[in-house]
């Protein structure tokens, strides 16, 4: 089994909270010269070289899996957000407060242990167990 990229994780967490992407507003972020063309770095990602169209794609989803204030919100719209996109929250705390077999039920010092380890992707992967999406 191959690894899920932080990008892949972003895409899957996007398309089960109902996160729907916004068009590149085209500003430009900064111009290099390369070679005999001037390439231009767009907000989107996108690069344009002179003379040549300028194709902006949408941007990107956010950073869910690398950015814990990304994967709260990813968490809060997963519980809490669009009724067509919650998910099932049983499940959901299964994944982040029961890791192992051995604990079959939540006390406090465990529950603060789990919390400290938790990190944006450990949260991204427990919000997708719980819309059925292994990771």
């Not at 029961?98 to 427990?126: F, Q």
Request: with cysteine; charged share 20%; hydrophobic share 35%.
């Amino acid at each position: 089994m191959t690894k899920t990229t932080p990008e892949q994780i972003n895409v899957l967490i996007a398309e089960k909270i109902g996160w729907t992407p916004e068009p590149c507003p085209g500003r430009f972020v900064t111009a290099d010269y390369v070679g005999s063309g001037r390439q231009l770095f767009i907000t989107c990602g996108a690069k344009y070289t002179y003379p040549g169209p300028m194709v902006h794609d949408p941007l990107p989803p956010p950073h869910y899996s690398t950015d814990m204030s990304a994967a709260w919100d990813a968490l809060k719209h997963a519980v809490l957000g669009f009724p067509d996109h919650l998910a099932d929250r049983s499940k959901l705390i299964n994944a982040l407060f029961l890791r192992t077999e051995e604990h079959d039920e939540i006390n406090v010092y465990y529950t603060l242990g789990v919390m400290c380890a938790w990190t944006p992707e450990n949260i991204c992967k427990s919000i997708l167990k719980a819309y059925g999406v292994e990771v």
